[in-house]
Every structure is written in C-alpha cells, then in structure tokens.
C-alpha cells in the first residue's frame, strides 16, 4: 500500500477570513479529527491532498500527518474534502487519526479484469454494478482495489460477491448475493418516427415560417424558458 507523509501546521485562528488568507497564501483550511483525542484545525498544501485523492487508492490512502515539533508523526486517512465548484481544486481537507490495532469500514473501488467472451465474441458490454464494496480491515490490510475476473463471462452471466476470491484479513460486510460485475446486450434507444399529419384534399398546406406582410417588417422573436 503506498504511504504518503504530509507536514502540516496547526491554525491559532479560525474563520472565514482566514480560511481566505490561507488560500491566497497556497495553503487550505483542514481539521484533524480522531480516536479519543480532541480535534483542532490545521492547514496543509492542498496539491499534497489531491495527490492522495488522484492516487489509485484514493481516500482510502493510510498516510502520516506530520505536525510541527518532535515525535508528532501520526498515521491518518482523507475523511472527507470539499472542492472549488469551478475550479475543482480542493478547498477543505478533513482528516482522521487511526490506530493501526482498530478495524476500519470502507468503500474500496472495484475493477473488472480479463477478456469477457460475452463481450469479445457475443457484442455484450460489461456494467459494473458496484463501483465500491464495502470492507472491514485493520489499516494495513486495506486493499487498494477489488479485482473480479470477468474472463469467464457470456452475455448474462454475473458474479456475485460470493464468487469472489477471499481477500486475506479483509470481511466483506455486503450480503453474499450482492452483483457485482454482469455482461448484458448493448441497450438500443429508438428514435419515434414522427407522425405525419394528413391534409384534407383540397386544403393548402401549412408552411411553418411562412411569414405575413406584417411579419417581414418585424424580427423574429426567440422564445426564452420565462415566456413558454
């Protein structure tokens, strides 16, 4: 499991003010929480965070919090952050302390391996039915993915967490019917034809924009959502 050590420094003041002062000067308001101990706001360098987020295992990174002053070194995970609407940079940062002796409950991401001869052979498609599964494990048991083996599969066929091979030291506390990964038939979407209108013999049909004296001299008016 990769490792990630992060300095940060704890904050003395809190606010909206100077949550923007941090960010002017590149760092981000974060809070650390966890394990019996009290929580206290610290700041971080925000790419450090997205490196961990945009690594394979993600949140579920364990890392170590490093705090300014001797033997303040803690291991750590993402809890949660926020980002910029616009921007997607990360703006927030929570993190939590975790005792390496204490089980966890997390999501772990999921990723289909192999050649599905359902999809090679019979032009079906594979749809991941859970992108996560939810695990119970000491941190350092954590895996970073959760590979299923689709190389067997026809169109549907499915594998259900019961099917699964046994990760060691890792419980997975979804119901073992749960599927996971399937191989099903492309979904076609039909176009409705349009419904052609018949015109009374003898009538002269309508011309759609045809325009009237009165209505060359005005321009057009595009129809706005507040006037429909």
Request: proline share 6%.
């Amino acid at each position: 499991m990769s490792n990630f050590v992060i300095e940060v420094e704890e904050r003395t003041a809190i606010g909206k003010n100077e949550s923007r002062r941090l960010r002017r000067s590149g760092k981000i308001p974060a809070v650390l929480y966890g394990a019996g101990k009290r929580n206290f706001p610290v700041s971080v360098d925000p790419a450090h965070v997205e490196q961990i987020l945009n690594s394979e295992a993600g949140a579920n990174t364990l890392l170590d919090l490093k705090l300014k002053g001797p033997n303040t070194q803690r291991k750590a995970m993402i809890r949660a952050f926020q980002t910029d609407p616009v921007k997607g940079t990360v703006v927030h940062a929570d993190f939590i302390r975790i005792e390496m002796d204490q089980k966890l409950e997390l999501h772990v991401p999921v990723r289909a391996t192999g050649v599905s001869p359902g999809v090679k052979e019979q032009g079906g498609v594979v749809e991941i039915v859970q992108r996560t599964l939810d695990v119970s494990c000491l941190p350092a048991d954590i895996p970073e993915m959760i590979e299923v083996d689709i190389s067997a599969l026809n169109i549907g066929d499915q594998v259900r967490l019961a099917d699964l091979k046994a990760l060691d030291n890792v419980e997975f506390l979804q119901p073992a019917e749960t599927v996971v990964v399937t191989v099903v038939i492309p979904r076609v979407i039909e176009e409705e034809e349009p419904e052609v209108e018949e015109v009374e013999e003898g009538a002269e049909p309508e011309v759609i924009g045809k325009a009237t004296k009165e209505d060359e001299d005005e321009p057009a008016k595009s129809e706005t959502k507040d006037e429909k």
